[in-house]
């Protein structure tokens, strides 16, 4: 009995790893260099513009997210949940920019 609440208590831990702060701040102010966003549901929101510098995004759920136009130079995106995620003209975490999401007067030359 004992190891069963200690194996849900593991997997609660592991599924809710980001810190609280970190999210806030990058609602707040779209700015979160370093932070940890790892497992964070980002789902849904617009994050257009933000900087999420060096930041982990690890495991988050980017489903429906718009983050065009922001800065994700060295994000870690391992085992995100990206689908309908806007990254239109976006910094990628290996520093090219991506047209993923753009219209046609979105992509520039």
């Given at each position: 009995m004992m190891l069963k609440?200690?194996?849900f208590f593991l997997i609660s831990f592991e599924l809710k790893a980001y810190d609280e702060n970190d999210l806030l701040k990058l609602i707040n102010t779209?700015?979160?260099?370093?932070?940890?966003?790892?497992?964070?549901?980002?789902?849904?929101?617009?994050?257009?513009?933000s900087n999420l510098q060096g930041s982990s995004l690890k495991g988050s759920i980017l489903i429906g997210?718009?983050?065009?136009?922001?800065?994700?130079?060295?994000?870690n995106l391992s085992s995100a949940f990206?689908?309908?995620?806007?990254?239109?003209?976006?910094v990628m975490p290996n520093g090219n920019k991506s047209i993923e999401g753009c219209s046609n007067i979105e992509i520039k030359q």
């Amino acid at each position: 009995m004992m190891l069963k609440y200690l194996i849900f208590f593991l997997i609660s831990f592991e599924l809710k790893a980001y810190d609280e702060n970190d999210l806030l701040k990058l609602i707040n102010t779209n700015i979160c260099i370093k932070c940890d966003l790892s497992n964070a549901d980002l789902g849904g929101r617009n994050f257009k513009g933000s900087n999420l510098q060096g930041s982990s995004l690890k495991g988050s759920i980017l489903i429906g997210t718009d983050l065009s136009y922001s800065n994700l130079i060295d994000v870690n995106l391992s085992s995100a949940f990206i689908r309908s995620t806007n990254f239109c003209n976006t910094v990628m975490p290996n520093g090219n920019k991506s047209i993923e999401g753009c219209s046609n007067i979105e992509i520039k030359q």
